[in-house]
């Protein structure tokens, strides 16, 4: 078992930054690819960004290409979004994901592993 809390959402304007965190705890965190998710009010949870185990793969949805970037720390059991050039399109709750094994990276079903998400709000 695995268990993912978020950290570092907020309320921030266009243009600006901010640095979700996700620690894991349980089952061995190295082994597990880890992504991002976002759900905007009203709209369907989407993929943002994936990185497997060993930090070398990573995808990302096209919106935030350029603008956001995954990465993962295995000896504190986190991983990181750093997201750049917010957008007020970018306001949703962003959830955390992990799986031993992904199939597709931009599936939910993928993923066995759920956070409870943290709000990330863009003003304009």
């Known amino acids: 078992q695995v268990q993912l809390v978020e950290s570092g959402g907020g309320l921030v304007q266009a243009g600006g930054s901010l640095r979700l965190s996700c620690a894991a705890s349980?089952?061995?965190?190295?082994?597990?690819?880890m992504g991002w998710f976002r759900q905007a009010p009203g709209k369907e949870r989407e993929f943002v960004a994936v990185i497997s185990w060993s930090g070398v793969s990573r995808y990302y949805t096209y919106s935030v290409k350029g603008r956001f970037t995954i990465s993962r720390d295995n000896a504190k059991k986190t991983v990181y979004l750093q997201m750049d050039s917010l957008k007020p399109e970018d306001t949703a709750v962003y959830f955390c994901?992990?799986?031993?094994?992904?199939?597709?990276?931009?599936?939910?079903?993928?993923?066995?592993?759920w956070g409870q998400g943290t709000q990330v709000t863009v003003s304009s």
């Open positions: 349980g089952r061995s965190f190295s082994s597990l690819g």
């Open positions: 994901a992990a799986a031993p094994l992904i199939d597709t990276w931009d599936a939910e079903g993928s993923y066995e592993f």
